[in-house]
C-alpha cells in the first residue's frame, strides 16, 4: 500500500494528449472524431474479472427478459453523456457480448449523442429530442453532474419510456488522487448522492468506482495505469467499465418490479364492418405482422379520432448549423446550442428555425406555417407568441458563446401513424410504431379499411411508462 500511495503521489497533476497511430485508430465514432481502439491491459497487471453483488441487475426486469426470450427487431440501447461515455465505443462491446451471453439475441443497435464534458443538466433536451423518439430498450448514461440534473433526467425517460436505465459511479481520474484513501467521491460526483437517487427511482446504480479503485490496488497500479491522458479512460479501462456494467446482466434475488407491468400484449378484435379494434392502456402501441400481395390498408384512429387530431407529438433533434461560431480548442456547435425544447399549446406539426439576432443571447423564433413567432433570450424562459414553443435555459448550453447568426432548425410531427399498409409485393414481415407519446391511461385503438384486403397482425404491444405525467 505504501508503494501505492508513492505511485499516486507521482501522477501529474496536467492533462496529456496523446495521437494515436492510425494502426490503433480501428474506426471513429458517428458523434466525435475520437478513436476507439483495441484493449491493452496494463503491463504485468491480470485480467479484470468482474463480481457481481446478489442484488446487481435488480432493475433490469424487462432487459432481462427481452434478453433471454429474443425479439421481432434489434435490442436497442442508447448513451448519453460526456467523452467519458465516447471513449466506451460505438457499441462494438454490446454488439459482441449480448450474443454470446444469450443466444435468442442476435441483433444488437447502439447508439450515442455525446458533449464534451457534458452533464446530466443537458442530456434531459437529448433524451426528449432523440432517446424517446427511439423508445429504446436500455439506457446508458455515463458523465457527471449535479444529482438533482440526474434525477431529473431518470424522471423525462420514467414518463415516457419503458426503458431500463443504467448509471454507472465516474472511475479514479488525476483530479481525485487527493481523495484516494479519504472518500469515495470524486472531486465532482457525489458518490453516495448519485446512487440514493438511483435506488429512489429503481435505476440500475453500477459501483464502477468502488471496484475500479479495488483492480488498481490489487495490482500495485497507480491511478494513471488505466487512463489516456489525465481523465479519460484508456483502452483497457474502458473494457472495465463495459464489463463491469455487463457484470449487471444477470438474474438477481429478486427483480424489483414485474416487465408485465411495463409492456403486454393486446388482442385485437374483428368488427362487423371490417375494422379491428383494440384497447390498451399505455402511451405506445406498436404492431408486428405480416404483408403480402393481397394486404389490405387501413387507417389509424387512436381513442376515435385520426392521427391527425390525438394531440401526440415528437420532436427532431435541433440540429445547430454547420457554420455556427465555435469558440475553443474541439468545439462542435453542438455544445453551444440549445439541447431541448418544450412543446405548449395548439401544436401544429412544422418546421421550426431559431436565429441569433445578437451576440448577448437574443434570438427569433420562425415556424414554417405559424411564421414569426417572437422573440427571446437564451438566459431567460421563453414562450413563444403563439403558445407552441416553450425555451429553458436550463436545457440550452454555452448560450453566451452563440454569436448573431447562428441558426438551429428542429421540427415537430405527430406521433400516431396515419396508415397501416399490410400490402407487399414481396410479402414479409411488418413491424410499425402505430402510436406513441399519448397519455399514460387507457386507450381504444381502430383499424379501419381504406383499401380492400385482410390485415394479418401477429402481435400488438402495449407500452405503459413507470411514471405517469
Known sequence: MHRLFALLALAPAFALHFSPSPAKAAERSLVTDEPVFTKAKPEGAAEYVTKA?????????LTMQKLQQGMDRPFLIWALGSSYTNMLGSGEFWQRELPKRFPKTQEVEYRKMVGNACPWQYLRGWARHLVIPDQPDLVITYTIGDPADLE????????HTTADIIVPSIHWRERDIPLWGKSENAVDQDVAAVREVCRRHNV???ENRRDWEAYLIANHLPVPALLKDAVHQSDYGAHIINSNILAHFRAPEKFSYDPAGRESPVQAERQADGSLSATFNGTRLDLIGTTSPAGGTYRVFIDDKPATEAGAWLMS??????????EGKGANPRDQSPHGVTLGQHIVPQSWELVMISDSGDYELTGSVTGADGKGNAFKPFTSTSGQILIEP?????????????RFTFEVKHAIADEVSFADNAGGRLVRRIAQMLANGEHTLRLVPTSPGPASITSLKASRPPLNH
Open 53 to 61: 453483488a446478489p442484488s446487481d441487475g435488480q432493475h433490469l426486469a
Open 152 to 159: 431529473k433526467l431518470i424522471i423525462e425517460l420514467r414518463r
Open 204 to 206: 440500475e446504480f453500477v
Open 317 to 326: 433533434y435541433v440540429q445547430p448549423d454547420a457554420k455556427n461560431a465555435k
Open 394 to 406: 436550463d436545457l440550452w448550453r454555452r448560450a453566451e458563446r452563440n454569436r448573431a447568426g447562428d
